[in-house]
């Protein structure tokens, strides 16, 4: 089972929520998350304990933001395909993936992705307003670089295999 099946198991993305999910409206709203969550435990300076409202609020919409919305109408975008290419990643250990997509550079966006994580939550717990801008912004660079590669993967594989084709209308 590869880790990322583990993580869609806990944001309980079954075949239904996966099409939830690469409804565009969910991730390009799943963008707002981190800076929520940032300006949420950040707030403690303004409104003391009550920061953990907005605080653990931004983290519920970070859980149930993949099931939230509905369908999309199309898939033929590329938000859509991003998530897409995700669910065929994940997939990787039973339908072998081209070699040029397994590189290092998954592995690598992935850690850029996580130090931006650390270092923002860090800049929450310093107060550092640069911190928490350039942990912010080395987050997103990853994310998206990381979701561009995935756009790339389903790209690839939907020509290649049947079942995906019909993930795209």
Same mark, same amino acid.
């Given at each position: 089972m590869t880790l990322e099946r583990t993580v869609a198991k806990a944001f309980r993305l079954t075949d239904e929520n996966w099409m939830k999910h690469s409804n565009p409206w969910s991730v390009w709203t799943?963008?707002?998350?981190? &800076?929520? /969550? $940032?300006?949420?435990? =950040?707030?403690?300076?303004?409104?003391?304990?009550?920061?953990?409202? &907005?605080? /653990? $609020?931004?983290?519920? =919409?970070?859980?149930f933001n993949p099931v939230f919305f509905n369908k999309p109408k199309s898939t033929k975008n590329w938000a859509s395909k991003s998530v897409l290419g995700e669910r065929v990643y994940l997939n990787r250990d039973q339908v072998d993936i081209p070699e040029i997509h397994k590189t290092p550079l998954i592995g690598i966006l992935n850690t850029i992705s996580s130090i931006g994580m650390a270092l923002a939550i860090w800049a929450i717990v310093y107060y550092s307003v640069w911190g928490?801008?350039?942990?912010?912004?080395?987050?997103?660079?990853?994310k998206s670089w990381y979701l561009d590669r995935m756009v790339w993967l389903y790209e690839t594989m939907?020509?290649?295999?049947?079942?995906?084709?019909k993930w795209e209308y």
């Open positions: 799943r963008y707002s998350v981190l &800076p929520l /969550i $940032v300006i949420g435990f =950040w707030s403690r300076v303004w409104i003391g304990w009550w920061c953990l409202v &907005p605080g /653990i $609020v931004s983290i519920l =919409w970070m859980f928490a801008i350039l942990g912010t912004a080395l987050a997103y660079l990853g939907k020509y290649e295999h049947e079942e995906y084709q």
